[in-house]
């Protein structure tokens, strides 16, 4: 199975076992260069972050660009879950 980021396809889960629930989602245009992080933990105060686009501005008012955008897509997930959950998980 493609698209898993978890490492697991559709046969590696133990017969009588639940496969993980899917707690968010990230998602990456490479084409338009933007990305955004959908938590889907229920109650979460905040459930969009970004989206982030390659020409958004730093605080120098330069582009981000590709490694702006890469930054982003690298931390976006673990600062969601200790800002808003208190879990690095």
């Known amino acids: 199975?493609?698209?898993?980021?978890d490492?697991?396809?559709v046969g590696d889960i133990a017969p009588g076992r639940q496969?993980?629930?899917?707690?968010?989602?990230?998602f990456v245009d490479l084409e338009g260069l933007r990305?955004?992080?959908?938590?889907?933990?229920?109650?979460?105060p905040h459930?969009?972050?970004?989206p982030a686009y390659s020409t958004?501005?730093?605080?120098?008012g330069e582009p981000i660009g590709v490694a702006g955008l890469k930054t982003f897509i690298d931390g976006i997930?673990?600062?969601h879950l200790t800002q808003y959950h208190r879990s690095t998980r």
């Open 56 to 60: 958004d501005r730093d605080e120098q």
């Open 19 to 26: 496969a993980p629930a899917v707690l968010g989602a990230l």
């Open 47 to 50: 459930h969009l972050e970004g």
């Open 35 to 44: 990305a955004r992080y959908e938590c889907l933990r229920p109650g979460c």
């Open 7 to 9: 490492g697991l396809a």
């Open 1 to 5: 199975m493609t698209g898993r980021t």
């Open 77 to 79: 997930k673990s600062q």
